[in-house]
């Protein structure tokens, strides 16, 4: 099955200064990559995700960028606010039958103000 | 905007009693999931269901969890005789199943404790 790797687990900015985020997945067949934020005890929320056919997409200060031959693909926030801190979990899915997500063990982004 | 809801927001448990966790997804979709998170760990895939039957589980979803969906807007997951490690945060998730649209939503989780 699919196996994703994120890092770092942690990470510390100055406000205004950027944070990237990466991710590897293993299974080739994938071709979905979202990005969740999950604030505590909140739900996860979608900021962000990316096809296989695509190699870069941005969404204002969030951009994310995607290397089908090395398999991995990353997550760049810019001009870091402090309500940008929260944990943030890439996944993987494939155009299988029910799409299920498998995600990356998070990162704990903090924003130091 | 449509969000997918669940019931109860926290629930504690004795161990080896049953529960239920209750969610209502988004009306129009068609693909819904159970997922599970550990306090402190990733999120984790148990089942998906779609069409009425489930379409793909988890290692994790074993023998002692069920899903059903009992009418048009439930989707429940039930726990027949929930383990000290069956703790965790429960998210129910949705998404259209049309088209290329994969996104999925997430409702707000429901803590599960067992004593």
């Known amino acids: 099955g699919e196996n994703v790797e994120q890092h770092p687990s942690t990470l510390s900015v100055q406000e205004g200064d950027s944070a990237v985020i990466k991710c590897t997945y293993s299974d080739s067949a994938s071709n979905y990559f979202p990005w969740y934020k999950q604030e505590l005890g909140k739900r996860p929320q979608l900021i962000i995700d990316i096809r296989s056919n695509v190699g870069e997409k941005k969404d204002q200060r969030i951009a994310v960028t995607l290397n089908k031959t090395a398999k991995h693909f990353s997550l760049h926030i810019t001009e870091t606010q402090p309500e940008d801190s929260a944990v943030y979990f890439c996944?993987?899915?494939?155009?299988?039958?029910?799409?299920?997500?498998?995600f990356g063990s998070g990162t704990q982004l903090t924003v130091l103000p | 905007e449509p969000e997918v809801t669940q019931t109860p927001s926290h629930q504690v448990t004795q161990m080896g009693q049953e529960v239920i966790l209750r969610c209502v997804p988004i009306?129009?979709?068609?693909?819904f999931y159970w997922y599970r998170q550990i306090l402190g760990q990733k999120v984790e895939f148990l089942v998906s269901f779609y069409n009425n039957e489930i379409s793909e589980k988890s290692e994790i979803f074993d023998d002692q969890f069920s899903v059903e969906r009992p009418d048009g807007s439930n989707f429940t997951l039930k726990i027949r005789s929930t383990k000290l490690e069956d703790s965790a945060m429960y998210f129910c998730?949705?998404?259209?199943?049309?088209?290329?649209?994969?996104?999925?939503?997430f409702g707000p989780g429901t803590r599960l404790t067992v004593l």
């Open positions: 998730a949705s998404r259209t199943g049309t088209g290329a649209n994969n996104e999925q939503f």
């Open positions: 996944a993987a899915s494939f155009s299988g039958s029910a799409r299920q997500l498998t």
């Open positions: 009306s129009n979709h068609l693909y």
